[in-house]
């Protein structure tokens, strides 16, 4: 019996494999060791009576989570997995793996993350290369939610967004400056809260303002993060998370501007990382 799980920093969707079939699902709040503790991580897990219920039987455990871009990291999560999973074998590794096994179709691309933040890779099947870091939701994470919706609330306290959405957020939200600097300077996990406003954005899609927002911030990632890598013109370029799935028409857009071809678009990845592990052996990956 092994457990695959893939987190964000939103929301960790759980596998449960029993002799190379699914048998059951299960959803976590998201963990990143840069924002979750050991304490709370373990916590949050032992609170859920599904996945306490078949804790000691789960013999592997493979966590592909974001933050967990190095040992010091890996080792928050995978000590609160220990706790948990008394009886497993423990594997920790980064959200890009992840990305770049649920999207490998035999040959060499680029695989790309957009959900409450952002990254990207090369994978050849063998070998994963991440030719730019990932800088977080306060210096990177060009083209998710949590870049979204700071630019939301920018331009809010500028005064800067069009009537008709300014109106719709002062009634659906009714925030204050003060309301929002506490959630963005003083409270923990201000990436959630600013990607939080997505489905606020989402709804107003087909305002000019919004489109044109969203065409600029894909087109921002992908002049860091695609056209970064050798020859990218020359392969597929796959895109994993929620942004990618709902601004299909926006990512196109911009990918067509800059002369990149679109692969695979998918919202949730955990699907094609089990069979992934279902059908193939795991290969050792490099940062």
Known sequence: ????????????????????????????????????????????INQNREIKRISKDVKEVFF???GCSSKELNSVVEKALRKVFCNAIISVDHDLVACAFATYEGVPAISCILGTGSNSCMFDGENLVEAVPALGYILGDEGAGSYYGKKLLTDF???????????????????????????TYMKPHANVYL??????????IENSYVDDMIKKGMKHFMENHVC?????????????????????????HAAQELGIDVGLIIKQPVDR???????????????
């Open 157 to 183: 306290l500028y005064g800067k967004l069009p009537k008709e959405i300014n109106d719709d957020f002062v009634n659906e939200f009714n925030l204050t400056k003060a309301d929002i600097f506490d959630s």
């Open 273 to 287: 990382l089990v069979q992934y592990h279902i059908n193939k052996p795991i290969q050792k990956t490099a940062l």
């Open 64 to 66: 592909y989570g974001a």
């Open 1 to 44: 019996m092994k457990l695959i799980i893939e987190s964000g920093s939103t929301k960790s969707d759980w596998v449960l494999v029993e002799k190379g079939i699914e048998t059951n699902r299960y959803k976590t709040m998201g963990y990143n060791p840069f924002f979750h503790n050991e304490t709370i991580i373990f916590n949050s």
């Open 228 to 252: 970064c890598y050798e020859n990218y013109q020359e392969m597929k370029v796959h895109f994993i998370g929620s942004m990618s799935s709902i601004f299909k028409n926006q990512l196109e």
């Open 195 to 204: 990607a939080s406003f997505m489905r606020f954005i989402s709804k107003h």
